[in-house]
């Protein structure tokens, strides 16, 4: 099982950027997709997650409105859009892999490497 996490860098407050998340080594289509986030000195967060029936969950209040969570099953890829960003949104994003989007972060048996978010002026 692969997680390739990917789309950071750096953007001004306000503005967008699309997270991509392209996995391999098993069937995309039958397990959902969570995305998380670690603030420098902070606990690892859940953010959003997708399942297999195209139902997402919100794990963060703070991102509701702002955050979208899509999947592309031919592509065997999930994505992560965030608009409105907020300096407090910078993080390492990882996402990972589980049967369902459990709230419990166990739950998620595989996780990307992560890629980092900026929001900074």
């Known amino acids: 099982v692969q997680l390739q996490a990917s789309g950071g860098g750096l953007v001004q407050p306000g503005g967008s950027l699309r997270l991509s998340c392209a996995a391999s080594g098993f069937t995309f289509d039958y397990y959902a997709i969570g995305w998380f986030r670690q603030a420098p000195g902070k606990e690892r967060e859940g953010v959003l997650c997708?399942?297999?029936?195209?139902?997402?969950?919100y794990y963060a209040d703070s991102v509701k409105g702002r955050f979208t969570i899509s999947r592309d099953n031919a592509k065997n890829t999930a994505y992560l859009q965030m608009n409105s960003l907020k300096p407090e949104d910078t993080a390492v994003y990882y996402c990972?892999?589980?049967?369902?989007?459990?709230?419990?972060?166990?739950?998620?048996?595989?996780w990307g490497q992560g890629t980092l978010v900026t929001v900074s002026s």
């Open positions: 990972a892999t589980g049967p369902h989007c459990d709230y419990d972060q166990r739950g998620f048996g595989s």
């Open positions: 997708i399942n297999v029936a195209d139902h997402s969950t």
